[in-house]
């Protein structure tokens, strides 16, 4: 464990813990400025609005029910008005050492502000995921990622160091020279997103390199939900001959999630975040539905009951490896805005990349979605070998989700491949008559 004391609270303390701190950040945010004003005119807005004009207002955790969510679009919007930064910061600009944005794979990007304190707290957070894979100073952890704006593996890179392992960039490389500089350099650790360590098995294969003789023996992945599904888990694990781990983390959040060695759940960090997980149509507590979170370390630019839109489901019983923290049973099961919804059936594209990496022919897919009539229809994409086929991926698709997919094959090599966060969920103009 990166900190045995903290992931071993009991509920009791640990909740005290989350509350102490919770005050100490709310007495920040609403202290006053130079100006007169909060310190965060943002987060005062929302408090005032809830009849909450301090942190002594809050009395307990029913209080805490009474704070509004965030939402993504109420910070873009505040980011439009108030270029470039918006109005959720706490202090000067002065204070302020990193800067970093959104993908922008689900609408306009955010702009996020870093103190040095709080990016600090980021590469303690990632000191969590790291170690509960089972990474320690002695590894050599590979960063196949080109650290430009995005905030990407930025602060797992600063993780690695702060944990003291040796972190490696791997920026400005294309994918065969990023594999040769990990056999030189004997990297012991891979992190990057789960598709892009199916592409580099791919760039092995056709290099003829043996990616199970490398010394890698643990891959971390972030940006998709991919490692959390079993499917695509195996086909990392079998093609790297390494046990893979999932986490999670956003931009506006911080990484808040990690996997232990029993690989039962992703634990949320709760030293570090206050975790509920609601009806995303009521937002009452349900034991399935959206994860909304608040970042206790991040003062400068925080996130207070911030929905996430990520779909979750919480793990009954405690966690074989003693961790008391809240665990999310498969991970993160997807994006609730990428839910599609076909003939009346609701289609997540993880549960179709879960049944399509079953087979060892396809390499790559993409999920196209179009309008026929009123109504969207799909067809999958698949780029099949010359030893598969299409009818058995479609009758599969069939099975497990309960309507007819079209799947068509398309030549190896033609779909897009992806550094960072995937895009395979691909909106086209109308198209003909399905089959046409």
């Known amino acids: 464990m990166f900190d045995p004391t903290l992931e071993t609270l009991t509920p009791e303390r640990l909740r005290a813990l989350q509350w102490r701190r919770l005050l100490a950040l709310g007495e920040t945010l609403l202290a006053p400025s130079s100006d007169g004003g909060p310190a965060n005119a943002f987060v005062a807005r929302k408090w005032r609005a809830a009849g909450l004009g301090s942190a002594t207002d809050l009395r307990g955790w029913d209080d805490v029910a009474r704070l509004p969510f965030t939402v993504k679009q109420e910070l873009v919007d505040d980011q439009a008005a108030h270029p470039p930064f918006g109005t959720n910061l706490t202090y000067s600009l002065e204070r302020y050492v990193r800067v970093h944005q959104t993908s922008g794979t689900s609408g306009a990007p955010l702009r996020w502000l870093d103190t040095q304190a709080s990016w600090e707290w980021w590469a303690r957070c990632w000191g969590f995921v790291l170690r509960g894979a089972g990474i320690t100073p002695a590894d050599r952890v590979f960063f196949p990622f080109s650290f430009g704006l995005f905030v990407g593996f930025w602060s797992g890179f600063e993780g690695a160091r ?8 791997g920026g400005g490389q294309d994918s065969a020279t990023r594999l040769a500089w990990m056999e030189a350099l004997g990297a012991t650790a891979l992190v990057c997103t789960p598709s892009y360590a199916l592409h580099l098995v791919e760039v092995a294969r056709e290099r003829g390199v043996e990616l199970r003789k490398l010394p890698v023996r643990v ?106 923290f809240m665990r999310l049973q498969g991970g993160i099961l997807g994006r609730l805005d990428d839910m599609l919804i076909v003939r009346g059936v609701n289609v997540f594209p993880a549960a179709i990349e879960g049944i399509l990496r079953r087979f060892p022919a396809v390499d790559e897919f ?71």
């Open 219 to 324: 891959t971390v992945h972030a940006g998709e939900p991919g490692a959390g599904i079993p499917e695509v888990r195996a086909r990392i694990e079998e093609g790297w001959g390494a046990r893979a781990f999932d986490h999670a983390g956003m931009t506006e959040m911080g990484a808040y999630g990690y996997e232990c060695e029993a690989q039962a759940g992703i634990h949320v960090n709760e030293s570090e975040f206050i975790a509920e997980v609601v009806d995303p149509a009521t937002g009452a507590p349900a034991p399935e539905g959206e994860l909304v979170l608040t970042n206790l370390g991040r003062a400068g630019s925080p996130a207070i009951r911030y929905r996430t839109g990520d779909r979750v489901r919480l793990a009954d019983g405690p966690c074989p490896c003693g961790r008391t």
């Open 162 to 169: 702060a944990l003291g392992a040796l972190a490696i960039p």
């Open 366 to 436: 993409q999920i196209e979605v179009f309008r026929q009539g009123e109504l969207d229809e799909v067809r999958v994409l698949v780029e099949i070998g010359e030893a598969g086929t299409a009818r058995p991926i479609q009758e599969a698709l069939r099975v497990g989700l309960g309507i007819r997919l079209p799947v068509e094959p398309v030549p190896p090599r033609s779909l897009p491949r992806y550094e960072l966060k995937a895009r395979r969920v691909i909106r086209r103009e109308p198209r003909g008559p399905l089959g046409g």
